[in-house]
T-cell receptor, first 113, second 115 residues
Framework: AQSVSQHNHHVILSEAASLELGCNYSYGGTVNLFWYVQYPGQHLQLLLKYFSGDPLVKGIKGFEAEFIKSKFSFNLRKPSVQWSDTAEYFCAVKNTGGFKTIFGAGTRLFVKA | ETGVTQSPTHLIKTRGQQVTLRCSSQSGHNTVSWYQQALGQGPQFIFQYYREEENGRGNFPPRFSGLQFPNYSSELNVNALELDDSALYLC??????????????FGEGSWLTVV
């Protein structure tokens, strides 16, 4: 069965620090990959997605993620975080042609001003 | 703003009761999926409706059921509520769930508390 593993449940950073959130998935076929963000009191929003092509995907608010097929990974990065990036981040995977999107448990990021 | 609207936003039910949650999908979307998000966890897939038919289900018991209407809005029904059903219930809509470019867009959710 498909699964998604997010390595860090809680991350605390100071403003301007660099961010990398780990995500690994288990599925042997072709996948679509997503990062969603949930700001306090708001709904889940799409941050970025990968379907095909360039494995380095750029999203909103300066975020990017790299798909490494050999490692079944899709890590999220941002060179310099801001206080407003405080949120919960969810990695998700969907097998191409499948019907459901599977989510990881989430990583709570707190950025100190 | 995704255009996916859910109601009610919050509700409290007693164990053993039944609840109906509602969702209006984003314009142009024909697929609705429902997720349960318990505190501290990621969204768990309940089921999906595509053109009024259930076309996928997660590991939830039959007391979780749903409907999709001709206008592609949807309902989630939960019978015989248990305390562990307390969670945020998320509706997400999309177009053509099997297309390579398919992305789901979430509503704000319905907070259900079972006491």
């Amino acid at each position: 069965a498909q699964s998604v593993s997010q390595h860090n449940h809680h991350v605390i950073l100071s403003e301007a620090a660099s961010l990398e959130l780990g995500c690994n998935y288990s599925y042997g076929g072709t996948v679509n990959l997503f990062w969603y963000v949930q700001y306090p009191g708001q709904h889940l929003q799409l941050l970025l997605k990968y379907f095909s092509g360039d494995p380095l995907v750029k999203g909103i608010k300066g975020f990017e993620a790299e798909f490494i097929k050999s490692k079944f990974s899709f890590n999220l990065r941002k060179p310099s975080v801001q206080w407003s990036d405080t949120a919960e981040y969810f990695c998700a995977v969907k097998n191409t042609g499948g019907f459901k999107t599977i989510f990881g448990a989430g990583t709570r990021l707190f950025v100190k001003a | 703003e995704t255009g996916v609207t859910q109601s009610p936003t919050h509700l409290i039910k007693t164990r053993g009761q039944q609840v109906t949650l509602r969702c209006s999908s984003q314009s142009g979307h024909n697929t609705v999926s429902w997720y349960q998000q318990a505190l501290g966890q990621g969204p768990q897939f309940i089921f999906q409706y595509y053109r009024e038919e259930e076309n996928g289900r997660g590991n939830f018991p039959p007391r979780f059921s749903g409907l999709q209407f001709p206008n592609y809005s949807s309902e989630l029904n939960v019978n015989a509520l248990e305390l562990d059903d307390s969670a945020l219930y998320l509706c997400a809509s999309s177009y053509d769930p099997t297309s390579p470019g398919n992305t789901i867009y979430f509503g704000e959710g319905s907070w259900l508390t079972v006491v």
